[in-house]
Every structure is written in C-alpha cells, then in structure tokens.
C-alpha cells in the first residue's frame, strides 16, 4: 500500500502492541537475571516467568476493545481473537511451567534457558496471532518455532531428543519454505501483504484465479504442518515421543493455538472470498487425519506416540469447524482448539506427575493399576480420557457437538457420520487407558511424587475439564463473541 | 407435598441427590462400611421421595408434569427443562426402587474397592433418573452417554473373567448407536432452533428426512433395547457384570432403548415409523422366535436370562409398531394403545422380572461360584425358601397368568391379533418357548435329587436376600394380579402418544 510513513503514527500503536512489549522485555531480564542465580536459587527463573505470563495475560485482559484494531502500519492487528487466544496461550504456558518443574528438576536438567525459551516461544505465539500482514504471520511463526527446535533439544545428553529436534527442524523448516513460497505467490498475485488488502483484492475477483489457487495449496501445506494434519503429519509421533516430556506438552498444546491462529488469519480473514478453493482441501486433511490418527493410535504402546496420534485425529476435527466457513464454525473450531489444549495439558501433565528420576511414566503399562495407588489422580486421568474420548459430561463432547453442528449446517451430512465413526475408533485407545488404570492390578507400587502446587494444578485443570463441561455457557460464549 | 417442600425441584432431587451421594461415597474410599450405610441411604431417601411421584401424579392428562425448566446453555439454545409423563414417570420409579435393592443384596458380597462400588450405582442412578425426566434433546443425551462411563467402570472393576472384553464391548456398541443419534439430533436442532423434544415432535420433516432420523435413532435404541442382530454384546456383558451391574442392565438400561422408540422414534418420525414398521416388526418376531430357541440351548444360568430379556424385549418393540399394521390391515386405529400399553407394561414387568432372576442368580452364585446349569441341581432340597422364589420369577418370566409377565404379553398379543392372526401366532410361540427354557432351567437347577457335594452344603436365602427376594415377589404379584393402577396411570399418555403416531409430518 503507498501510504507514506508516518513516524508518530506508527509509534501511537505501540499502545495496542503493550503485552507483547512487556512479555519481551520481561524475557530479557530473566534471561539476564538467570546468569547471577546460583543452581539452588534457580527456582526464581520459573517463579519470574510464571508471574510474567501472568502479568502478560491481565495486560491483554486489560486492552479495551470494541472493533478490531489495525495498528503499526498494517503489521499488527488486534482483535476479539487474538486476546482470547493469546490469553489462552499465555495461561497454558504458564501452567505448563508450573507442570514441568518438578520434572526438570528430577532429570537434573533444571536450567533457566528452558523458561526463557518458553517464553520467547509464547512471544512468537502472541506475534503470529496478532499479525496484520505476512510478514509479522511469519516472524512470529519462525521466532516460535526457532525456540522449539531448541526447546526439544534442550536435554543435550539425549540422543533420542537430539534426533527429534533434528527431524522437526529440518521438516518445521520445509514446512516455513512452504508457506512463505505460498505467502509470495498469494502477495504476486493480489499485490499486498496486509491481509486487509489481500482479503479485498480476493474479495474484488480474484477468487477465482488459478495462480490464487496455486498459492492456497502452499498456505494449506504449511498451515497443516504446524497443525499436524494428515499427510504432513510425520513429524508429529517421532518429536512428541523423543523430546523431554515437558517440551511435548508445549508442543502439543501452546503450539497447537498457534497453529490455529495462522490458519484462522491466513484462510478465513485473508482468504475468505475463496473459501470454496480451500474447503475442499480441508476436506481431504479432516478426513484423513481423523482416520490415520484414530486408527495408527490404537497401534501404540507409548502413551506420547499415542497422544500424537490422538492430536492428529483431534486436528481433523478442528478442521471440520474450519472448513464450514461459517462463523458458527469457526466459533466451534476455536471451541474445540481450546477445550482440546486444556485437556491434553492434563494429560501430559499427569504423565510429568508420575514420571520420576529414571522412569519416563510414558508407557501404557505405567498406567496400570493406578487406581490402587492412587483413585484420586486415577479419576482425574479418567476425566481427561473420556474428554478426549467425547463423552459428557466433559468438555471434549461439547467441542464435538459443535463441529458436527458446524458441518451439518452447511449440508455435508456424510462428513458429520464420517466424524462420528472415526470418534468411535478413537474411544477404544481412551478407553484402553481407564481399562489400565481401573481394571488391571499395579506392577509399581510408588507412591504418586510431584510437589502440592504440581498436584492442586493438575486437579484443577481435570476438574476444570469437568466443570466446562457441566456448564460450558461461558466458554462457549467466549467464543461466540471472539468470531462474530 | 414432597414437591412443594423443594419448591418444585422433585425430579432434580431425584437426580443430583444420589449423583452427590455417590461423589461423596467416593471420598469415603477407605472406610467402606461408612460407604455401604452412605449407599443405603442416599438410595432409600431417593426411593421415598419418588413415591410422591406417583401419589401426586394426574392420571387425566399428558401433559408434564413436575416441570422444571432453566436455562442452560443459551449459545445453543439448549435447557435445563425436565418432566415427567405416565411413561417415563413408572420406568423412573423402577429405577429408584431397583436400585435400593441392589444396594442391599450387594452389602457383603462384593470384595475389593467397596466404596467406588457403591458410589458408581448412585452415580448410575442418577444418571438413569435423568434420561427418564429429561425433556431437552442435549440434556438427554448428556444422561444418556454419561450413563456408560459408571457401567463401563461397574462390569470392568467387579466382573467375571472375560469383563474387559465384555465391557468395551458393551462401550463402543452403544457409543456407535448413540453418536449416531447425536448427528440426528444436531440436525433437528437447526432444522428447528431449539433442542427441545415437544419442538422436534412438532417439526414437520419430508419423508427421506424422517428416514434417515428414524435409522439414526433405530442405531441408538435398537442396540439399548438390544434387537436383533445386534443384541451380540448383551449376553456378554450380562455373564460378566457383577450381579449389581446385571440387574441395572437387565431391569433399567435396556428400557432405555424402548424408551427411545417412545419418546424420539414414533413421535418424531411417525411417517417413517410407518413405512418402517415391517423392519421393526421383523426383527422383533425373530427375536421372540430364533432368540426364544437360542436361549433354550444355554448352559450358563446367566446367559439364559440374558437371551430371555432380548426375546422379552422384542415384545416390547412389538407392541410398539403393531398398531401401524392394525391402521393398515384393518382400517381402525383402536388397538394402537393396546400395543403401547402392552409395550410398557412389560417393559416394567421384565424389570421386576429379569432383575429378580439375575439376583437369584447371584445368590446362588456366591455360594457356589459357578454360573453353568450342570453344577446344580437339587436346590429345593437345600433351599427351599429359596426356590420357592426361584419357580414364582421363573413362572412370571414365562407370562403366567397372576404375575406381570402376564399383562404386557397378553396385552401385545391382543394387539398382534387385530393385526394379523400370523403375528398374534408368532407372538404366542413365546409363551411356549418362554415356558421351555425358564421352566427347564428352574427342573435342572431346582428339582430333582441333589446334584453334588457344594448343592449338599448351600445354606438357605439369609434375611438381607429373604427381604430383596420378597419384595420383588410382592411387586410382581401386585402388578400381574392388579395392574389398573399402572394403566391409569399411562394410559393419557399412551392416548397422547397414538395420536401422534397417526398425524402425518410430510408436509402436503
């Protein structure tokens, strides 16, 4: 766009870019602060970057907003999503944290750069979600994954870890060429990197450009990357299984949100005149990554390799919100994103709960019996099961209501019965789990570990998965006012 | 009285206090017995307060009554709205008062993880309870699969040998038929705008429409109630449930699917019930004939009533199409509420019924423990107040006249017979099949000399299943002998309910 640079202008919508601003700064200084902390204050390093993801979030709660906001000469954009988004992220993050302590601190790998790298990802999170034009989309997704890769490798004496973030750097790689050869051609084709622009020269008649058509599948190869989404999902099993567990569980959740941002910016916002082109390419990736990721976890006897498969299918469903192209629809993808990240970090977390010094918990038998140790996390893991399973009374089966809702509002009846069927696969490895944990007798009669704030955590995130889906009005509502 | 005294929140007493009740058994995991009196009492004051049900009950109308209605989930238009009528009012009473006595006959027989017992059939009571009252298509369906999750845990935890087997199986049937009833009722939902059930009911909808709603609920209900073909999970989760989890299967869950039929299936769907009542009606004759003969080939006690429940149920489901094939063949609609009336009266009777079987099972279970026909016989000689009660459930389940198996058959048959005379006359061959196999069983397992050394030893019913046995027996004999009551009490509903069955839906 040829609107000349107005410095002052661009400096008064800074004030929209404040969390962010500060969650930098404040990632700085414990970076900073870490190098005078001995090993045994080392527990500051968490406790800072806990608190500042929570001082982030009440800076974003705190943004007045009634439309949306572009600021920064087109850059950055702020809007009923992004805070709700962002919001989410930064809370998850910060439970993550508080989940992976204890586990760090067993594994002797308690170092403040896995923090600060949390932290710097968080901000590539919160950059891609407010993007206003390609160029911040990327820079954000780019700064979120470089702190991942390292992330992964992060526990260095890890063979295993050192060849899962070898994998997913060389393909999370691939994936960002991807998307920014789609990025190039869709900016080649409507002249403009704001998506703003690009939505109206779509809107103007180039929805049906073959060479718009050609960049959409890029963006959808790259969207569906960092979303995991069957046929690019191969990194997902093999990085979940080999990294440290609490970096699994910042993949697996924080990273899932930002995926939704970008496909959310870059398809329906950007893109949405063509929403014809790219719905039918979802079709294809929802099918097949709820029929790949339901069936392949049955075959696994790892508990991450089973819940990466468990996020591939759970992907596919998410899709089927997006791919209606109705508001509806993407209030009820956003739904399900959001319901899905509170309960897998309830799931990883209870696998980082009973994971000790030498002893990983992430094999399905590690789960047997855990009734008799322990009924109370046992009915805590029960709820998060059957969540993901999509039973009610718990959350995951209003996320599912939804999407169904959403696709059979806009006529694909036969997506909706395909979308059951595979949830009826998937309730078998759920189940497989409870079945452990209440039907079998332990082989391991520890006592359950973890510190007090590790355990009321956990509980309150299982039981939140309870509470949401007993009275789910306000998340709900949430979402219906983030996408109007 | 009773309904006043919650300020008209009766059925939503009935509903949380054993959910809350079971929550608060669980925090009790480590003292057991402060667990079993827990149980017992949350069970008998849920009991006492759904006799109000039924003392405040008007027997004039169809309308609901008892109704509660509070908003809910407002996105989805989705309520809080709960009620009862003269069919789902008896079949809630039945849930309470079984429940009761399964508390009761599992006072010291089950062995590990007593409280986690006790509270999962409070939780399950509960949840049965809401099914029943809900009126509200999501809240159904919240009841209906949250329902699973504590049957799933009851067979999986106390079952027999193959119990995990049995109990996925049990899982993942149901889940397959009910998510299948979800799409159906997602869809109704934005066909209308609302998940209320009287608004589906009014809905108009296209014949092709209808067809495909009335398969995806036939997908959930058919396998509830089970019908042929597939019934193949029932045998196997009730040989492996414990006798708690039997009779909850027995006498409440599979009403569920008979229940569906009335509540969503005929009403919702009434022109292609009527195009499909040949399938209906097919499968239940198969199930009362081919499964009447399967069941005289078991050799497992248990087993035999689980294949005597399929055959008693596919009368139920009979009664409940029958009347479209009396408008067809005859012309008058007069036998349409005979059928329905049959149809939930032996809906009820089985529940007395088949959970009085499966608790003699039981009984004679922990003494001996085995379920196999061969390792008996003799009884009578050993427990004669035992068997007494043994031969009065068997001669109900083969529908003698007196007992409750008599009503609900007699009823359906009478149906069948303003049909066709070739129904009324397949219907009948369960009345001799019924007889075969039940009576058969109650010669080998009763009569006849004392069969072994464990017979020689059993000891006589205590007073714990002397009282679980004989209040049965009264019920059974109470219904069978004076069932006005229980007539009087549907039968504005089942009126209601035919009507609807005979108004046409497809727009003109």
Redesign the interface.
């Known amino acids: 766009m040829n609107v000349p640079f107005n410095a002052s202008f661009f400096n008064a919508g800074l004030v929209y870019a404040r969390p962010e601003i500060f969650l930098t700064v404040a990632a700085c200084a414990i970076l900073m602060l870490d190098l005078l902390l001995t090993d045994a204050q080392r527990r500051w390093t968490g406790i800072l970057a806990v608190i500042s993801l929570c001082g982030t979030a009440a800076l974003v709660v705190a943004q007045p907003l009634s439309t949306k906001v572009v600021a920064l000469g087109g850059l950055f954009e702020l809007d009923r999503m992004a805070q709700v988004l962002k919001v989410v992220t930064l809370l998850t993050v910060a439970v993550v944290f508080v989940y992976s302590t204890d586990y760090l601190r067993r594994r002797a790998i308690f170092k403040g750069e896995y923090f600060v790298l949390g932290l710097f990802a968080t901000l590539g999170a919160m950059v891609l979600i407010s993007a206003g034009s390609l160029i911040t989309l990327y820079l954000g997704l780019e700064l979120m994954s470089l702190c991942l890769y390292a992330m992964v490798a992060f526990d260095r004496d890890s063979g295993i870890a050192a060849e899962s973030a070898i994998k997913y750097f060389v393909l999370g790689s691939m994936a960002s060429g991807t998307l920014l050869y789609g990025m190039s051609i869709i900016y080649g084709m409507t002249g403009s990197l704001e998506l703003d622009g690009i939505a109206s020269a779509v809107r103007g008649g180039f929805s049906a450009n073959l060479g718009l058509v050609f960049g959409i599948a890029f963006l959808i190869v790259g969207v569906g990357f960092k979303f995991g989404a069957v046929p690019f999902h191969m990194w997902i099993p093999d990085v979940y299984e080999g990294s440290p567990t609490c970096v699994t569980v910042f993949i697996g959740t924080a990273s899932k949100l930002a995926a939704f941002g970008l496909a959310m910016r870059l398809l329906p916002e950007a893109l949405g005149a063509s929403q014809a082109d790219w719905s039918q390419m979802l079709v294809v990736l929802s099918v097949l990554s709820m029929a790949i990721g339901n069936i392949v976890a049955i075959a696994q006897f790892n508990l991450k390799r089973m819940l990466a498969y468990s996020t591939i299918s759970h992907v596919g469903y998410v899709l089927l919100g997006i791919l209606s192209g109705t508001a509806q629809g993407y209030q009820a993808a956003m739904f399900y994103m959001i319901s899905y990240v509170v309960v897998a970090a309830g799931a990883f977390g209870m696998i980082l709960l009973l994971a000790r010094q030498g002893f990983e918990a992430d094999k399905l038998e590690d789960f047997k019996g855990l009734?008799a140790r322990s009924?109370w996390f046992a009915?805590m893991m029960?709820i998060l099961m059957?969540s993901l399973a999509g039973?009610?009374?718990f959350i995951g089966?209003?996320a599912k209501?939804?999407v169904?809702?959403a696709v059979?509002?806009v006529q694909l009846?036969w997506l909706?019965?395909v979308a059951?069927?595979f949830?009826?696969v998937g309730?078998?490895y759920y189940?497989r789990i409870?079945?452990l944990m209440?039907?079998d007798e332990p082989s391991d009669a520890t006592a359950i570990g973890g510190s007090m704030l590790m355990r009321t955590v956990l509980s309150a995130n299982a039981l939140l998965v309870l509470g949401l889906g007993i009275?789910?009005?306000s998340l709900?509502?949430l979402c219906?006012r983030a996408l109007q | 009285m009773a309904n006043l005294m919650f300020g008209g929140h009766l059925l939503s007493v009935l509903i949380w206090l054993p959910v809350i009740g079971g929550v608060a058994a669980l925090g009790l995991g480590d003292r057991p017995t402060h667990a079993k009196w827990l149980a017992l009492a949350v069970s008998a004051l849920a009991l006492l307060l759904s006799v109000p049900l039924w003392e405040m009950f008007q027997t004039g109308t169809a309308a609901m009554q008892f109704v509660e209605r509070a908003p809910w989930i407002s996105t989805i238009h989705a309520e809080y709205y709960i009620g009862v009528d003269g069919i789902s009012m008896p079949l809630i009473l039945l849930t309470t008062f079984t429940t009761v006595l399964i508390v009761i006959a599992g006072w010291s027989n089950v062995e590990k993880r007593v409280a986690q017992y006790f509270a999962a059939f409070l939780i399950l009571e509960g949840l049965m309870t809401g099914v029943f009252a809900s009126l509200d298509g999501a809240l159904f369906y919240v009841f209906w699969e949250a329902m699973l999750i504590p049957m799933f845990i009851i067979i999986g935890i106390w079952g027999g040998p193959r119990r995990v087997y049995a109990t996925i199986k049990f899982f993942l049937y149901t889940f397959v038929g009910s998510l299948l009833m979800l799409v159906a009722l997602i869809y109704l939902y934005l066909k209308s705008g609302s998940y209320e059930l009287a608004v589906f009911q009014r809905l108009p909808l296209s014949l092709p429409e209808q067809t495909l709603i009335f398969l995806a609920f036939f997908a959930a209900f058919a396998v509830k109630v089970p019908m042929f073909p597939v019934h193949t999970w029932l045998p196997d989760a009730h040989v492996e449930a414990p006798t708690g989890g039997s009779v909850v299967l027995a006498a409440i869950m599979l009403k569920m699917g008979g229940y569906g039929f009335l509540r969503f299936s005929l009403p919702i769907a009434p022109d292609a019930s009527r195009t499909l009542d040949w399938l209906i009606i097919a499968l239940s004759l198969i199930a009362v004939v081919y499964i009447g003969f399967v069941a005289l080939a078991q050799t497992d006690m248990k087993k035999l009533i689980a294949y005597s429940s399929i055959a008693h149920m596919g009368f139920v489901t009979l009664g409940m199409f029958i009347g479209f094939q009396i408008v067809a063949h005859t012309g008058k609609t007069g036998g349409i509420e005979m059928g329905l009336d049959g149809a939930v009266v032996q809906m009820l009777s089985h529940g007395l019924v088949s959970g009085a079987l499966f608790l003699c099972v039981g009984v004679m279970y922990d003494r001996v423990h085995s379920r196999e026909i061969s390792a008996y016989g003799g009884v009578i000689n050993t427990m004669p107040k035992f068997a007494a009660f043994m031969v009065l459930f068997a001669l109900a389940n083969s529908g003698l006249p007196g007992t409750s198996g008599f009503v609900g058959e007699f009823l359906v048959i009478l149906a069948s017979f303003k049909a066709n005379v070739w129904y009324a006359f397949l219907a009948g061959t369960t009345l001799v099949l019924g007889a075969a196999y039940t009576l058969w069983l109650v010669k080998r397992v009763i009569f006849g000399e004392v069969a072994n050394a464990k017979v020689a030893a059993l000891t006589d019913l205590n007073g714990r299943e002397f009282l679980v046995l004989g209040v049965l027996a009264v019920a059974v004999l109470v219904v069978g002998v004076w069932p006005a009551p229980l007539l009087d009490v549907m039968r504005a509903s089942t009126q209601h309910l035919a009507e609807q069955l005979l108004f046409s839906k497809v727009a003109p």
């Open positions: 009734n009924p009915g029960a059957f039973v009610p009374p089966f209003w209501l939804g169904i809702q059979l509002g009846t909706a019965v059951v069927l949830s009826v309730a078998y189940l409870v079945k209440y039907f009275i789910p009005q709900l509502q219906q």
